[in-house]
Nanobody, 115 residues
Framework: QVQLVESGGGLVQPGGSLRLSCAAS????????MGWYRQAPGKERELVAS????????AYADSVKGRFTISRDNTKNTVSLQMNSLKLEDTAVYFC????????WGQGTQVTVSS
């Protein structure tokens, strides 16, 4: 069964950090470029970061560049997002998925940045 399960979200103050994790199953994880996405209330889902199949390349949205780091472990079928210097505008539900040929979206994990 194809599945994406996100975890690690929570409530954090501005300037704080969180590390999100995504466990993937049901497909050959190492063959796919993966991405982290987010959707804030009233806004469309957007791509935050993506990572190549062998962890050798990453790309970031301008809004998170220099603050977020995406990584993957092909031995564990996981992709992670380290988020530092969090801002109020980072508040959203965060999802992982393949960068292309999307799978059914998981539940996501809520990140709330608030003082």
């Amino acid at each position: 069964q194809v599945q994406l399960v996100e975890s690690g979200g929570g409530l954090v103050q501005p300037g704080g950090s969180l590390r999100l994790s995504c466990a993937a199953s049901g497909f050959t994880f190492k063959n796919y470029v993966m991405g982290w996405y987010r959707q804030a209330p009233g806004k469309e889902r957007e791509l935050v970061a993506s990572i190549g199949r062998t962890d050798d390349s990453a790309a970031y949205a301008d809004s998170v560049k220099g603050r977020f780091t995406i990584s993957r472990d092909n031995t564990k079928n996981t992709v992670s997002l380290q988020m530092n210097s969090l801002k109020l505008e980072d508040t959203a539900v965060y999802f992982c998925n393949r960068r292309y040929s999307y799978l059914t979206w998981g539940q996501g994990t809520q990140v709330t940045v608030s003082s």
